[in-house]
């Protein structure tokens, strides 16, 4: 028994929808939904995993982190104008993507606008889009804006600057630099911990040991930002912080195929995001039934994003390492950025953004096993669906599910046993998948290790 094709799937759908002629449901569309279901199907499972290699040759750039981008399986390929598509089938609008060709219960501004609200909600939540960003202290003073396109901030690193030109890679150790102040890693604080840890606070200038966030307010000497960095100490010399921060995203602008920022995986999360909202605005296009579902299938998505891990195993130069949080690196792997004699190891910085200990001085192999993207196949009809065989029945029920989301009413309602069941299949293969091995609880932790070491939330009841 091959692979079930693509062909023969949309028929499968078509079929079971009583549209075998494709007048109401197109085969586009149905291939569409058949991607989101295997899309799906992963993000709830992690179930296709794959080894890849990339190799890192100094010089570098002025950071460590690096974003598991080009080249690998979990490379990011999905735009907001895929996102326009499917939510404008689920309305029964023409699937014209970034343009508008509907009716005027919605339109274009509808889509993009709800979009980009609810996308920069899920990079601030999930802790995607980390970025590092070098900003200049000046001296004698304790305060760093911070762009206003930081949603978080995660982790300070301070440096004092070389021949005032910042700092960069191979011009630190353990001696520091000829004398002048070591780099660090600086620990999170607050107004209190300044005041009671730090001798002298604010009345002279020394290396500074912690920091804290201002927010929603302007700090002395900053002006137009949100979020301004406050150190503990006045910085008595030139000096840059390496501030690793949660960026959004600029709004989308269609026209044009706008990056998401977000795994290809869990598209469909934004996509319910933005669904809630459009369906819960006032006049004809209010759907309090279907909003409500979209809302439920949007905060579900959120919290497996928090908690699903995306990196299973490493290794650099061909030797197997462990795969510690970042919080977990600065805390047990003491100053492994500067460190030559630092544990060796991937330190998970975010969703797709690693580093490597200790820091690359010369080509380095990095090996890792990922929870890659789901394998869609091409929209041709012999295209095959690699999928194994005890899915194909959930996935199809999925599609099937997804297509009565633009009929509304009874049919929609009565398609939800159809969800049902793909979650039921989803969380069979999990607790299938959790018993397979010796250690199933850090392999598929409940929390992420780097909310375990280091919480973004309060704990709630």
């Not at 091995?437 to 939330?457: A, K, L």
């Amino acid at each position: 028994m091959a692979q079930i094709q693509l062909g023969e799937a949309i028929t499968e759908v078509s079929t079971r929808l009583g549209d075998s002629s494709n007048v109401f449901f197109s085969q586009n569309e149905i291939y569409l939904y058949l991607l989101e279901s295997l899309r799906v199907l992963n993000a709830l499972t992690g179930f296709w995993k794959q080894q890849f290699t990339l190799t890192l040759t100094p010089p570098l750039a002025d950071n460590w982190f690096y974003a598991n981008g080009a080249g690998s399986p979990r490379a990011q390929t999905l735009t907001d104008t895929d996102v326009y598509t499917l939510i404008e089938n689920h309305l029964l609008e023409p699937p014209s993507g970034a343009t508008w060709t509907g009716t005027n219960q919605f339109s274009i501004n509808d889509l993009w606008q709800a979009c980009s609200r609810r996308r920069n909600e899920m990079l601030q939540l999930a802790a995607c889009n980390m970025v590092e960003l070098p900003l200049n202290c000046t001296p004698n003073a304790n305060t760093v804006p911070i762009p206003d396109s930081a949603l978080d901030v995660r982790r300070v690193r301070w440096a004092p600057s070389v021949g005032g030109t910042g700092f960069g890679e191979g011009g630190f150790g353990e001696g520091g630099f000829g004398g002048t102040p070591q780099q660090v890693t600086l620990q999170r604080g607050d107004v209190l911990s300044f005041q009671r840890f730090t001798p002298n606070y604010l009345q002279t200038n020394a290396n500074p040991l912690r920091w804290d966030i201002l927010t929603g307010q302007e700090a002395p000497g900053v002006t137009n930002t949100l979020l301004a960095l406050i150190l503990d100490t006045l910085v008595n010399v030139p000096s840059v912080v390496q501030v690793l921060a949660i960026l959004g995203g600029p709004d989308f602008n269609p026209p044009g195929g706008n990056p998401l920022l977000i795994p290809d995986d869990w598209m469909w999360v934004l996509k319910f995001g933005a669904l809630a909202d459009i369906l819960s605005k006032e006049e004809e296009g209010r759907d309090v039934a279907r909003a409500q579902y979209c809302r439920q299938r949007y905060n579900e998505g959120l919290e497996l994003m928090m908690t699903m891990p995306w990196l299973t195993q490493a290794l650099i130069n061909g030797v197997a390492v462990d795969t510690p949080s970042l919080a977990s690196a600065d805390r047990f792997n003491y100053e492994w950025q500067s460190n030559y004699g630092a544990f060796p190891g991937i330190v998970v910085g975010g969703i797709d953004l690693f580093a490597v200990s200790p820091t690359v001085y010369a080509t380095t192999s990095v090996g890792m096993t990922v929870v890659r993207n789901a394998p869609v196949p091409a929209n041709t009809p012999l295209a095959p669906i690699y999928l194994p065989r005890d899915g194909m029945e959930a996935v199809l029920k999925e599609a099937q599910h997804l297509a009565l989301f633009k009929m509304g009413g009874m049919e929609f309602a009565e398609s939800l046993q159809l969800h049902k069941e793909f979650t039921q299949f989803c969380v069979q293969t999990n607790a299938r998948l959790k018993v397979a091995g010796i250690f199933p609880s850090d392999y598929t932790p409940v929390i992420s290790r780097q909310d375990e070491q280091q919480p973004r939330f309060a704990a709630t009841g």
